[in-house]
């Protein structure tokens, strides 16, 4: 069972950008400098969230032959260093404008008043209502359903975890998906349940450690499969769990495949996936076509905007699982299944 996600190029960590020269696609509608992309907390090199927005990132600049500026935020940033981040980029004539991750609304939402020409997207967050911004989101639970489906098929202990970055709304949305998932299966199933921070700015979404930490509570409590929503702190619930020598579950990219995971790869299940690349791609492919996306743009399972990776060997062998997921997959398309979101 695949959905179609831009495969990640390794991305290595640093606060470096990169940066080329804009260009015109064939047609010569495009006269931007190329696309600008704006990091969420953790930066490129999460293996997850930032680095399916990178990979989607590289894909357009290759396909269109256009340009591009990533930049990396910083630990312990305002709402003001964001503005600055963004306007750098409309100054400089980066079209489209991308703010990773819905910490970027405030700024979206001023520096897109400001230069009304400039496309800007953001990931994440719909809150924004104007007339070039589109608001890039996802139905996160039905992805976190198929992760409680294999889940709860996979365990040998009828217990199993769930380890959010930070105590938010949109957080909640893959816990309460995955919940659902796995009593689908079994009803009475223990589901231990742990957010890292009440806040961003404490480290949720970007402290391995305590994604360990967490994961070592919830293994030694009992749970053999263990999914995280945690950004790069989920790099350490994916650790622990190969130390422990039980499952994890992956999120936002396909986590088996990333290079930096890779010793880490075979306690992989599976990963509930989320087209951020796809939404980078195709928003600046609507730009370079001179016809800009704009309001709420959201992926669905229908729509391969998210889905579960397959690519554990180990994962198909598990036919019954595999079965399982699948036909959830099929009942929440058809509309069988309605998915919570809280």
């Avoid at 729509?303 to 036909?327: C, E, H, I, L, Q």
């Amino acid at each position: 069972m695949t959905v179609a996600v831009i495969a990640l190029a390794a991305a290595g960590c640093g606060k470096s950008s990169s940066e080329s020269k804009g260009s015109t696609d064939e047609s010569g509608k495009y006269s931007g400098k190329g696309i600008g992309l704006a990091y969420d907390i953790g930066g490129k090199g999460d293996q997850s969230f930032n680095d399916a927005a990178f990979a989607g990132f590289q894909k357009a600049q290759t396909e269109f032959k256009i340009g591009g500026r990533d930049v990396e935020p910083q630990d312990g940033e305002s709402d003001a260093d964001k503005v600055q981040r963004l306007e750098q980029l409309a100054k400089t004539g980066y079209n489209p404008i991308i703010g990773v991750g819905f910490a970027y609304a405030p700024a979206v939402k001023e520096v897109a008043a400001k230069y009304p020409k400039i496309t800007f997207g953001i990931i994440d967050d719909n809150t924004i209502q104007a007339k070039n911004v589109a608001d890039m989101v996802f139905h996160e639970e039905q992805s976190s359903y198929l992760a409680g489906v294999a889940a709860a098929k996979a365990t040998k202990k009828n217990h199993i975890g769930f380890i959010g970055g930070v105590d938010i709304p949109l957080i909640h949305k893959f816990e309460v998906g995955f919940d659902q998932g796995a009593k689908s299966v079994n009803p009475k199933i223990k589901i231990e349940s742990q957010y890292l921070t009440q806040t961003p700015a404490e480290g949720g979404f970007s402290s391995p450690d305590k994604g360990k930490d967490a994961a070592n509570g919830q293994i030694e409590a009992g749970a053999d499969v263990v999914y995280q929503a945690a950004g790069l702190s989920g790099q350490g619930v994916i650790q622990a769990a190969a130390e422990h020598k039980v499952w994890a579950i992956g999120v936002d990219s396909d986590q088996y495949a990333q290079s930096a995971l890779a010793k880490y790869k075979d306690s992989i299940l599976g990963s509930a996936l989320k087209n951020v690349g796809g939404a980078v791609y195709d928003l600046t492919k609507s730009v370079v076509e001179g016809k800009p996306l704009n309001g709420e743009v959201r992926g669905d399972l229908k729509s391969g905007g998210v889905g579960f990776a397959d690519t554990n060997p180990k994962y198909k062998a598990m036919t019954d699982v595999v079965s399982a997921v699948d036909k959830a997959k099929e009942d929440i398309i058809s509309g069988k299944i309605t998915v919570n979101t809280e």
